[in-house]
């Protein structure tokens, strides 16, 4: 069973002077959901190496089982300090695909070509595809087997506009990942802000919010 995870390289928050890059939480979870499954986990990112961590993420008031124990997992530090470069990345060698959020993927994954043919490969073999929070940003302009936005007719959920609010950053990011969906013609559902709630249609796998990471992973791994 493998499974690629794919993160973000980008870590500037628009033009705010802030940080960013992908959730911690949203790595973590889903990565210790996978190994202790006894998966065979590869990381990749648009620009390999290290991607950048969102410091929010890493702040005090944000930490969870899984981020404290990956803090002291040398093994799993060095798998992030040389993640792949996406575009040495043949999906044909995978089983899943995982996409962690954070707001970093608005930026570089969303438009990333090297992404958009990993993910509508994975689409056309009907392989599994999961994405939690801001990465389900991704499918901004994949399609799947029939030309159709990859979205359109499944009922997906992301972050919400409503959560966007009231981090303050509707107007910093590119886009609105609630909105995106809608207009690629998901049928868009959503939990209480901040709460668990994954869904999944067919084998595509999203999750809501940095809450939703476990059990949007656990979810994928039903579909392998």
Same mark, same amino acid.
């Given at each position: 069973?493998?499974?690629?995870?794919?993160?973000?390289? !980008?870590?500037? $928050?628009?033009?705010?002077?802030?940080?960013? %890059?992908?959730?911690?939480?949203?790595? +973590?979870?889903?990565y210790y959901v996978f190994?202790?499954?006894?998966?065979?986990?590869?990381? +990749?990112?648009?620009?390999?190496?290290?991607?950048?961590?969102?410091?929010?993420?890493?702040?005090? &008031?944000? /930490?969870?089982?899984? @981020?404290?124990?990956?803090?002291?997992?040398?093994?799993?530090? %060095?798998?992030?300090? #040389?993640? *792949?470069? *996406?575009?040495?990345?043949?999906?044909?060698?995978?089983?899943?695909?995982?996409?962690? #959020?954070?707001?970093?993927?608005?930026?570089?994954?969303?438009? =990333? /070509? =090297?992404?958009?043919? $990993?993910?509508?490969?994975?689409?056309?073999?009907?392989?599994?595809?999961?994405?939690?929070?801001?990465?389900?940003?991704?499918?901004? !302009?994949?399609?799947?087997?029939d030309g159709k936005p990859?979205?359109? %007719?499944?009922?997906?959920?992301?972050? @919400? &506009?409503?959560?966007?609010?009231?981090?303050? $950053?509707?107007?910093?990011?590119?886009? $609105?990942?609630?909105?995106?969906?809608?207009? &690629? %013609?998901?049928?868009?559902?959503? #939990?209480?802000?901040?709460? &668990?709630?994954?869904?999944? =249609?067919?084998?595509?796998? @999203?999750? /809501?919010?940095? +809450?939703?990471?476990?059990?949007?992973?656990?979810?994928?791994?039903?579909?392998?």
């Amino acid at each position: 069973m493998k499974i690629l995870m794919v993160l973000t390289s !980008h870590d500037k $928050l628009g033009e705010t002077g802030k940080k960013t %890059g992908f959730w911690l939480e949203e790595f +973590a979870a889903p990565y210790y959901v996978f190994n202790d499954a006894g998966a065979d986990i590869t990381l +990749a990112s648009p620009k390999g190496g290290r991607p950048p961590i969102d410091p929010s993420s890493d702040a005090e &008031n944000a /930490q969870t089982e899984a @981020t404290e124990r990956f803090k002291g997992d040398s093994d799993a530090q %060095g798998r992030l300090d #040389g993640t *792949l470069g *996406l575009s040495t990345v043949n999906a044909d060698d995978y089983d899943a695909v995982f996409y962690p #959020g954070g707001h970093g993927p608005l930026w570089d994954l969303a438009d =990333d /070509q =090297d992404s958009i043919a $990993l993910i509508e490969s994975f689409a056309k073999s009907d392989r599994p595809i999961a994405a939690v929070c801001h990465a389900p940003g991704v499918f901004k !302009h994949t399609n799947g087997k029939d030309g159709k936005p990859l979205v359109s %007719g499944k009922t997906v959920t992301g972050f @919400t &506009n409503t959560e966007e609010e009231a981090q303050g $950053l509707t107007d910093v990011v590119p886009f $609105l990942v609630e909105d995106m969906l809608k207009a &690629n %013609g998901g049928q868009y559902e959503k #939990g209480d802000d901040w709460a &668990n709630f994954v869904v999944t =249609d067919g084998k595509l796998v @999203t999750g /809501q919010n940095p +809450a939703s990471s476990e059990d949007a992973a656990r979810a994928l791994l039903k579909l392998l």
